[in-house]
């Protein structure tokens, strides 16, 4: 009797279903893990690697802002800022954006090390915002800077204009009735109240207030020329009037009237003394000069001989002039003790 053939149950086939089953959605499962991992690992390595570079243009731009803010600390002097604190605040801006210089070294990042990835990223970030905040607190301190020093130069450009106001309100007093032209003085009051107006204004700049400055200062030099030529003028005018109150003057003077004549001096041989108020002489050349003295007599003609007539009067001797000539037409005499008449 021949054996029959066994078919296996159906819980046996089913039993074997499950474990291959089973087997390869374990097999999947560890698949599945290993791919996420490295896709998981891959994506924070590339996030990490772009944030470096982003790290390394912080600092580029980083280096330049200091660059840029020693060059201002050093051009600027406290003189030329209104708040001198400002550039202390800038230098300690300057001192911290030093010390976050450069990218940190956060060692080899393995790229499948994805808690190494995720701590030298932290790191690079952190870095990099150090390195952004430097830059904002550096540009805000120079913007700080140049801010007192616009204020500082509006200030001057103010204080200026306010002088040049002063000196020409006085100007304007001190001028009236001292110029050529009056119509520089209206001019210059009109620049005065427009300078007024303009330092008045919270709002104006350096421009608006050099601007003022210059219009008042040319209206003050118009002014001043105007004076400076009346006073010239006056000063001619009053030159030729005294030159021509000394020319009437000398005119009303003129020459005294009367004449010389039926006089000779006598030959005394010695010195005139004490003789005065004596009828004017005239002189003839009809005389001859003999013995050193005068006579009343006629000579054969020729010149007076003012040699002989000192000789013989003993000294020295001068000729009549309009000194010693009274106006009623007599002539005064007199001597030295030398025999010198005069």
Do not use: C
Not at 312 to 318: I, R
Request: net charge positive; charged share 25%; proline share 2%.
């Amino acid at each position: 009797m021949a054996e029959e053939e066994k078919t296996p149950d159906v819980s046996e086939k089913n039993g074997k279903k499950r474990t291959v089953i089973i087997a390869t959605v374990a097999a999947v499962v560890v698949f599945a893990g290993v791919g996420g991992y490295a896709y998981a690992s891959n994506s924070a390595y590339d996030s990490y690697a772009s944030r470096v570079e982003s790290a390394k243009e912080s600092d580029s731009k980083l280096v330049k802002k200091i660059a840029e803010a020693q060059s201002l600390v050093k051009a600027t002097k406290e003189s030329d800022v209104l708040d001198k604190t400002v550039l202390d605040s800038l230098s300690k801006s300057v001192k911290t954006g030093e010390t976050r210089k450069g990218i940190p070294d956060v060692g080899n990042v393995a790229k499948w090390n994805l808690w190494s990835i995720s701590k030298a990223k932290t790191i690079i970030s952190n870095d990099m915002t150090e390195a952004d905040d430097s830059i904002n607190a550096i540009g805000k301190a120079m913007r700080g800077v140049e801010a007192s020093k616009t204020a500082k130069q509006v200030k001057d450009a103010k204080d200026t204009l306010d002088k040049t106001i002063t000196d020409a309100e006085n100007l304007y007093k001190d001028s009236e009735g001292k110029v050529q032209d009056n119509k520089t003085r209206e001019s210059l009051k009109t620049a005065i109240d427009n300078a007024k107006k303009t330092s008045g204004d919270k709002k104006a700049d350096v421009k608006s207030l050099t601007a003022a400055n210059d219009t008042l200062s040319k209206a003050v030099k118009a002014v001043n020329d105007s004076k400076n030529a009346k006073a010239q003028a006056d000063a001619q005018k009053q030159a030729q009037e005294q030159a021509q109150q000394a020319q009437a003057q000398a005119q009303s003077v003129g020459t005294p009237s009367g004449g010389y004549s039926g006089y000779a001096y006598p030959n005394v041989g010695g010195s005139y003394s004490g003789r005065t108020n004596q009828s004017a002489p005239s002189y003839s050349n009809t005389g001859s000069p003999s013995g050193g003295s005068t006579s009343s007599g006629t000579s054969n003609g020729g010149t007076w001989d003012w040699k002989n007539a000192k000789d013989s009067m003993g000294g020295g001797f001068a000729p009549f002039t309009k000194n010693n000539i009274n106006p009623d037409g007599s002539a005064t005499i007199g001597g030295d003790s030398h025999g010198n008449g005069w």
